[in-house]
């Protein structure tokens, strides 16, 4: 799902795009768009993107204005991405919603909403520029 996100925000020619599987508090300051993939574990997001949030919420991190999503595979409840979003809200990233979930694995067409979400991100971003 990450790929096809960053295969639709690659097509922009204006727009790079980092995939990454782990990133420090301070480096997401360095974004103009965080797209987060979590998939959901005892209805929660990984411990990993909690102590994130929390490491960036302590240092202040400003992503006042950012664009952010999520997306998710989810067995299920699939709670998880929309709580990262309520997560990007509280740091006054402008989100898109609802986020992209896939129930185990995504389909085609699911894999197409992807790729549509990194298109609309890096529309989004070429418009401010
Ligand atoms: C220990 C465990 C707990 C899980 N808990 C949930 C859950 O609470 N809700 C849910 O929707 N799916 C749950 N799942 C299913 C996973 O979200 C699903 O397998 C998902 O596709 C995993 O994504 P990943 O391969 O990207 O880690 C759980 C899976 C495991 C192994």
New binding site residues.
């Given amino acids: 799902m990450a790929k096809a996100v960053a295969e639709g925000a690659k097509n922009n020619p204006n727009i790079t795009v980092d995939l990454s599987y782990h990133i420090e508090a301070e480096a997401l300051a360095d974004y103009d768009a965080i797209l987060v993939g979590s998939?959901?574990?005892?209805?929660?997001m990984p411990i990993d993107f909690k102590n994130l949030f929390e490491d960036a919420s302590e240092k202040q991190i400003n992503l006042k204005n950012k664009i952010g999503s999520a997306f998710?595979?989810?067995?299920?409840?699939?709670?998880a991405p929309q709580a990262v979003i309520e997560i990007l809200k509280k740091f006054g990233i402008q989100v898109i919603e609802p986020p992209i979930r896939a129930k185990?694995?995504p389909d085609r067409k699911t894999l197409d909403a992807c790729v549509d979400l990194g298109k609309k991100v890096a529309q989004q971003l070429s418009d401010k520029l």
């Fill in positions: 998939p959901t574990y005892n209805t929660q998710g595979s989810y067995g299920w409840s699939g709670e185990y694995s």
